[in-house]
C-alpha cells in the first residue's frame, strides 16, 4: 500500500517516486472525472460503455485512462461478457490521503 | 480552497481542471521530498540555502521547484536579507485531502 507519510520526517526518494507516479496518474482532469462518475453510478459500478458520452471523449481514450487507472490500482476491473466494469478502490485513494496528511 | 470531494457526485470539469493542475505539482518526487525535508526542519521552516544538500539537485532546479509550490499555495514563502526561508502550507494539502475522501 502506498505510501509513508509525507510530512513525518525525510522521505526516501524511492518513496517519493512511489508516491509521485501515483498522483501523476491521479493529476488528469479527464481520469479523476472518470473516477467520480463511476463512484456516482447506482452501486458504485459502471460499464465502460457508459461513460464515453459523459465524458465526451472517445473510446479508445476512454479505455485508455480506465487501463492507467486500473493498472494504479485505482479501479477494480471486472470483464462480463463483451463489457468491463469498473468500482473505484478505496483503499489506493486512502494510502495516498494518508501519505498527505499533515499531523503538526 | 481546493476542491470538492471526487467520489461525492460527477466532478465539473472546471473542478477537475483545477484538482489536476495542483495533483501535478505534488506528483514529482523532489518536490514531495522538498516538502517532506522543509517539514522535518525545527520549526517546521527551512531556508532556500538548506534545501540544496540534501536533495542533491543544482541551486537553480531548487529554485524552481520552491517557486512552483509556493505558487500552487502548498508552501509560504517569507524573504529575510539575502535568503528566502519556507514552510508547509497544511490547508492546500487538507484540501486535497478532502478531495480524495472516500465517503461510501
Known sequence: MCCPPILEG?????DARQLADLLKVLADSARLRLLSLIAARPGGEACACELIEPLGLSQPTVSHHLK???????????????WAYFRV???QLAGIREALTVTN
Open 10 to 14: 525525510p522521505l526516501a526518494e524511492a
Open 89 to 91: 478502490e478505496p483503499e
Open 68 to 82: 492507467v487507472l486500473t493498472t494504479a490500482g485505482l479501479l477494480h476491473r471486472e470483464q462480463r461478457g463483451v
